[in-house]
């Protein structure tokens, strides 16, 4: 049972314009999110998160979406950059600290 | 670089055998995690350590075991190994002892396990 789910397994945009991720969860006890980035031959690397008192946050580039009622969040970049291109994934914490992550979906930045 | 240290990057083997995956975390980290990812699927959680003493067990199968040594490094033990436990295992560490926080989790660089 995939508690975390990420449908497009992967995505592709143009250098410059803006990438949408899409997760979506169905245990509602999840209260805090977090997405990693991963390129090919090294381990995920935090990239932003977000708790469910907040139904958003920024950090530079990326801004991440949180809609409670239809347990979705999104992760935005803009604007996208070649070096964005990589595997992403959303996780949320089960219990203390061990996480969930959903398949992943392969961003592609084209220049 | 993370900080996180994981050997052997690679690992091929035959099923029925026994290998010994090694990570050593972050310096100043108490907590290490073990992931196993597959194909074409999401990180799955396995076991944590912390300071030494399992924490928090996943989905782990009984034919693993795992251990934190008093330098904090970390083991992750398989064996009588199948097919399908060929996969990507990655060791992460945190700074543990966070009453009820959510801490970032660094990665290492994981080790690809083929069985044959």
């Known amino acids: 049972d995939q508690q975390v789910k990420q449908n497009s397994p992967s995505l592709s945009v143009q250098e410059g314009r803006i990438s949408i991720l899409n997760c979506d969860y169905t245990n509602s006890m999840f209260d805090y999110f977090l997405w990693y980035k991963k390129y090919p031959a090294e381990g995920p690397t935090f990239l932003i998160s977000i708790s469910s008192i907040k139904d958003k946050n920024e950090d530079g580039r990326f801004t991440v979406f949180l809609n409670k009622s239809a347990k979705h969040l999104s992760l935005h970049i803009v604007p996208s950059q070649p070096g964005d291109s990589a595997v992403y994934f959303c996780a949320a914490p089960l219990y203390g600290q061990n996480f969930v992550f959903g398949p992943g979906t392969r961003l592609s930045v084209l220049p | 670089d993370s900080g996180v240290t994981q050997t052997p990057k690679h690992l091929i083997t035959a099923t029925g055998q026994r290998v010994t995956l090694r990570c050593s975390p972050r310096?100043?980290?108490?907590?290490v995690y073990w992931y196993q990812q597959s194909l074409d699927q999401g990180l799955q959680f396995l076991i944590q350590y912390y300071n030494g003493e399992e924490r928090a067990k996943g989905n782990i199968l009984e034919r693993f075991s795992a251990q934190q040594f008093p330098d904090l490094h970390s083991e992750l033990n398989l064996s009588s190994l199948e097919l399908g436990d060929s996969a990507l295992y990655f060791c992460?560490?945190?700074?543990?002892?966070?009453?009820?926080?959510?801490?970032?989790?660094?990665f290492g660089p994981g080790t690809r396990l083929l069985v044959l």
């Open positions: 310096s100043g980290d108490l907590s």
């Open positions: 992460a560490s945190s700074v543990g002892g966070l009453a009820g926080g959510i801490e970032t989790q660094y």
